[in-house]
Structure formats: C-alpha cells, structure tokens
C-alpha cells in the first residue's frame, strides 16, 4: 500500500524559511520523479518543484530562486527547504510521484504571516 505523509510545516514570519518532508512508502521510490503541490484557500492546487530520479530539477516560477527540492531514496524521502518565504507562499503543502499515484497524503501547512 502506497503512503505519503508529509510533515515540517508551521507558522512562519516573511523572510524565514522552512523545511518540509515527505516520507513515501510501499513503491519503488528511487525509479519515480517527485512532485511538491501546494493548495491555497480558495485556488486550485499547483505543482512548485520537480525532482527526476536522477535528480534533475524544475520549479515553478514564482519559487525560482527560493525553494530548493532534493531527494534521498536510501530513506525514501523528498524535502522542499523554502527560504525568503513570502505571505503568499501560505498553503497546503503536499507530495506525489509522476505519474501521479492517484491519491494525496494528508499534506502540511505553512503559514507565512508577521
């Protein structure tokens, strides 16, 4: 059974930053790219950053520059280290795999607010 539990969220001041991981089980986490969303209140979810199985990266472009996505598939995690956090970036933050895996984990919220 395939699970992704995301964690590392919490309440932020403009400027800071944090860093979130989401811990995947049940697949063969090495073979699959990655994918951080996040969910703002009242907009549609949006994928932020990629990671490939070989560690090529893309981000969206409002992150470029600020979020940095890496992976350790000996422990089968992908992390999203956000800096220069902006009010903005307030969401729900969540993880899935290309193709997706046809669910969504419970996510993790950030709040970026003085």
């Known amino acids: 059974q395939v699970q992704l539990v995301e964690s590392g969220g919490g309440l932020v001041q403009p400027g800071g930053s944090l860093t979130l991981s989401c811990a995947a089980s049940?697949?063969?986490?090495?073979?699959?790219?990655m994918e951080w969303y996040r969910q703002a209140p009242g907009k549609q979810r949006e994928m932020v950053a990629r990671?490939?199985?070989?560690?090529?990266?893309f981000y969206e472009d409002s992150v470029q520059g600020r979020f940095t996505i890496s992976r350790d598939s000996a422990k089968n995690t992908v992390s999203l280290q956000m800096n220069s956090l902006k009010p903005e970036d307030t969401a729900v933050y969540y993880c899935?795999?290309?193709?997706?895996?046809?669910?969504w984990g419970q996510g993790t919220q950030v709040t970026v607010s003085s």
């Open positions: 899935n795999g290309v193709p997706f895996f046809g669910f």
């Open positions: 049940g697949i063969s986490f090495s073979i699959y790219a």
């Open positions: 990671i490939t199985s070989r560690g090529s990266t």
